[in-house]
């Protein structure tokens, strides 16, 4: 914390040294054009200042500790907003709500899933992810684990496998799939693997506690009525009850 307020103080120092100087230098000539430039000069770098403070402003360091790995993140503000959206994302989908084995429509589970695979996935390929920091481990590395071992395997398994249900028994509910059972279980199983993760991202982003948001609070478990009436939607057929308890 120290070193960081020294060098924002040095490189405001510097700012100010420069504009300083330029002013001495429009005493000393006059010159109108000189007064332009040397406007337009510390207009820059005042603005270069301000945009690097906005970006090291409040550097925290993140401990995560992951299923089969260890990471550490310098957080800033652009990757904890980054980390923010993608809490918020997981946080809201089957990916962290729980979906009963009497509820739920599983080709909406799957394609919720395919989404949220999607939205973490464009970033990367687009360029639209900020490079890696100079130190510490990078958010999208976490969301390369997210995708490449939780959310592409399972997507990889089922989806195939409830297509050839779906257009070998047109029209036949999902009840009848032989894997019903065995899909419901291997989600769930994705959610216990999943919610580190997503617990992780919202640490990153700076959230006090972000375990809270992916569990129901004493508060509403007790006053839950079966009147509340459905949201459309994949929230018609997904409860926003609380996710499966850790192991």
């Given amino acids: 914390m120290i070193a960081r307020t020294t060098g924002r103080a040095l490189a405001m120092g510097a700012i100010g040294s420069v504009v300083g100087v330029a002013a001495y230098s429009i005493s ?54 980054a980390a923010l959206r993608m809490f918020f994302q997981a946080a809201t989908r089957v990916a962290t709500r729980p979906l009963d084995d009497d509820s739920g429509n599983l080709r909406e589970a799957l394609t919720s899933l395919k989404s949220l695979f999607d939205l973490y996935r464009e970033p990367l390929e687009s360029g639209a992810a900020p490079p890696p920091p100079a130190e510490g481990d990078s958010v999208h590395e976490l969301v390369l684990d997210i995708l490449n071992f939780e959310l592409g395997p399972f997507l990889a398994h089922w989806h195939p496998r409830l297509l050839e249900f779906e257009q070998s028994h047109p029209g036949r509910p999902e009840t009848e799939w032989v894997d019903n059972a065995s899909f419901r279980q291997a989600l769930r199983a994705l959610q216990q693997r999943l919610r580190p993760y997503v617990i992780g991202l919202g ?45």
């Fill in 28 to 81: 000393q000539t006059g010159g109108q054009w000189l007064s332009v430039v040397v406007g337009g000069v510390a207009g820059a770098a005042i603005a270069l200042g301000a945009d690097l403070y906005r970006r090291s402003v409040q550097l925290t360091e993140v401990r995560l500790v992951l299923p089969g790995s260890e990471m550490t993140f310098k957080a800033n503000t652009d990757m904890r907003q």
């Fill in 203 to 247: 640490s990153i982003a700076g959230l006090r506690d972000p375990e809270r948001h992916l569990r129901r609070s004493a508060w509403h478990s007790a006053h839950r009525t079966d009147t509340v009436p459905p949201r459309s939607g994949e929230d018609s057929r997904e409860s926003p009850a609380e996710p499966p308890t850790p192991a």
